[in-house]
């Protein structure tokens, strides 16, 4: 369903196409500001809908928190321990929804807890087993106990001094990045229209009312300008930057957490399945995650008092994981043995101020000014489309737009084509010269960091192959994007200070 005026889904995403048809739109039902996870479950929910839809994101799709999660789509084990019953029920019915309409981006991913103490052992498959009940007719599969034997066996380099079995369930694995790229796409094969690298830097007052925004596109220096019936402010951490364009003196909703991911070759942790380690010191959970080829160990949980755009982990960090790590494998890596590290940053609801962060809500609200712009935020990726329902739904109510019936809880999404096979542009890594060009075309990629950071997970896999791969990249970038020389030589030099970020070897020889 889409309005009779609304652009067309493009066969492919040319940039100035987009902003041609963007522009000649004379007013929108509903911008949303953010290009995150949140923002575009509810792009996709409006233009679904049938209402003129425009999201505008200053940088790139998922630049920020989304592209930097755990990769799970879970009920949050550590919730149903918290008594946030209903948070846990919610995100698991939506870990089956992605898993039917998103298969291309999330699949099953079987879990191990090595169990070392039997008190533990009984508690553990209490917890999960609740946990599996809550999620009823969605399981993915039924928790049970495992001998010391089957543990080893799940987890060869588990620790087995003292190991008296385990307990295995059941959750969902995806590629963030990638389903955000999907849900891009999406908002146009239902008639809305996705900009990426477009700021909003304020927001227009019609009669004392939101009604537009005003924005600058990041690539040509353009200034723009865009009006609509109802403005979402949808951008995470940063949401109370766009608060205070409309209320300078907005007080805080939001209380950032840092979180912080190493990765390392996949012989750390052999086999297809996940261990969980079910409390470290700050009261969190350890995952060990493999991920495309490699491990995922993650996540910390440290306060910010700022929201950068590009965090960094902290060494204390490093070491919590690697020390955390290092009780429960028998070889368990170093600093050395880090291929990328990577931190983001949770848009967590401001509470009690002394509260610890791990007891921050997840949950997300929903908030209007007087003027009427309306603001979402909190949540995770799991519960992404149920938060973009919502927000539409009282869009609808706020703007006076004709009320139509949600229709994302069914919808596929966006389901690209598989690429052939063709050489890699690097030995450790799985992008193509084709790979590139379709991230140009069709996945909205108009920077090297696009490509190697969200459309390939390159810089999270491998930072110093990523860095490797990066002239070859911008080579068949630029030739795809009719860049120049001078382009190419500035997208490697901005990449070549973004990837020092994610190599602990360059960040220690930069502090030493």
Sequence with gaps: MAPDDAPLAPATFAREALLAAAQAVDHWDVIVIGGGATGLGAAVDAASRGYRTLLLEAHDFAKGTSSRSTKLIHGGVRYLAQGRIGLVREALVERARLLRNAPQQVHPLRFVVPVYRRWDQLKLRVGLAAYDWLAGRYSLGRVRALSAADTRAALPNARTDGLLGGVEYF????????????????????????????????????????????????????????????????????????????????????????????????????????????????????????????????????????????????DDEIDFILRTAARYLVRAPGRGDIRSVFAGLRPLIAADPDAPRSELSREHVIRVSPQGLITIAGGKWTTYRLMGEEVIDRAAREAGLPPRPCRSAELALHAGPALADAPPLHPRLALTEAGVRHAAACQFALTVEDVLARRSRALFLDAAAAAEAAPAVARVLADELGRDAAWIAAQRAEFAQLVAGYNVEESDRAGA
């Design 171 to 314: 959750d969902a694995q995806f590629d963030d990045a990638g389903l955000a790229i999907a849900l891009a796409q999406s908002v146009f094969d239902h008639g809305g229209s996705a900009l990426n690298y477009v700021s909003v830097n304020g927001l227009i007052e019609q009669g004392g009312r939101i009604g537009g925004v005003r924005a600058r596109d990041q690539i040509s220096g353009r200034a723009l300008e865009f009006t609509a019936r109802a403005v979402i402010n949808a951008t995470g951490v940063w949401a109370d930057d766009i608060r205070r364009m409309a209320h300078p003196d907005a007080p805080p909703m939001l209380a950032p957490s840092q979180g912080v991911h190493l990765v390392v070759d996949a012989d750390w942790l052999p086999g297809s399945g996940a261990m969980l380690v079910p409390e470290t010191d700050d009261g969190r959970v350890l995952f060990l995650i493999p991920w495309q080829g490699k491990v995922l160990l993650g996540t910390t949980d440290t306060p910010r008092t700022d929201s950068p755009l590009e965090p960094r982990a902290q």
